[in-house]
């Protein structure tokens, strides 16, 4: 059975809501299911009940406005993919939440249910992509610290970056 991805839509536009679900019934990488709510604090407080994959966060609520919204949501859930919703003129505030970590920005006068296909297939791309780097990092530290010889890498100043278990007990 495959896995549903649940996505949180915290935004207080009933407009921006409609088209959400939309795309999710349209979504190829599915499944989806999506959650709606309205304000920060009920987003802060359903993401505590964790099994939330993403969230689309309009940066312009009733509780929280610009940065600060998304700041906040960061702190509470950290690993949680995060995409922005910004204002018409906030395309500033959103190229800065990229800054902070958000993994994408939708504006307000371009969306539709497209664009929020494009973005939650582009977070499955990479949530994918982040997925196959992790295996392939642990496989290569599995064969290095497997290998009966001192194995060490240096970065271009000379400075060790890497010992595996039989280097480190020499040194």
């Given at each position: 059975?495959?896995?549903?991805?649940?996505?949180?839509?915290?935004?207080?536009?009933?407009?921006?809501?409609?088209i959400?679900k939309?795309?999710?019934?349209n979504?190829?990488?599915g499944?989806?299911e999506?959650?709606w709510?309205r304000?920060?604090?009920e987003?802060?407080?359903r993401?505590?009940?964790k099994?939330?994959?993403?969230?689309?966060v309009?940066?312009y609520l009733?509780?929280?406005?610009?940065?600060n919204?998304f700041?906040k949501?960061?702190?509470?859930?950290?690993?949680?993919?995060t995409?922005v919703v910004?204002g018409?003129w906030g395309?500033?505030?959103?190229?800065?939440?990229?800054?902070?970590?958000a993994?994408d920005y939708?504006?307000?006068d371009?969306?539709?249910?497209?664009?929020?296909d494009?973005?939650?297939?582009?977070?499955?791309?990479?949530?994918?992509?982040k997925e196959a780097?992790?295996?392939?990092?642990?496989r290569a530290?599995?064969t290095?610290?497997?290998?009966g010889?001192?194995?060490?890498?240096t970065?271009?100043s000379?400075?060790i970056t890497?010992?595996?278990a039989v280097?480190e007990?020499?040194?």
């Amino acid at each position: 059975m495959t896995n549903v991805r649940r996505l949180l839509l915290i935004d207080d536009d009933p407009a921006h809501a409609g088209i959400f679900k939309e795309a999710l019934l349209n979504a190829d990488d599915g499944p989806f299911e999506g959650e709606w709510i309205r304000t920060l604090a009920e987003g802060v407080e359903r993401l505590a009940k964790k099994n939330i994959w993403a969230v689309f966060v309009n940066l312009y609520l009733p509780d929280s406005e610009g940065l600060n919204t998304f700041d906040k949501l960061q702190q509470a859930a950290p690993s949680v993919p995060t995409l922005v919703v910004g204002g018409i003129w906030g395309q500033a505030i959103a190229k800065e939440a990229l800054r902070r970590g958000a993994k994408d920005y939708l504006l307000e006068d371009h969306i539709d249910s497209y664009s929020f296909d494009r973005a939650i297939r582009n977070m499955v791309e990479r949530q994918t992509a982040k997925e196959a780097l992790f295996e392939e990092k642990e496989r290569a530290q599995v064969t290095l610290n497997s290998i009966g010889d001192a194995v060490l890498s240096t970065d271009i100043s000379g400075d060790i970056t890497y010992l595996n278990a039989v280097a480190e007990s020499m040194t």
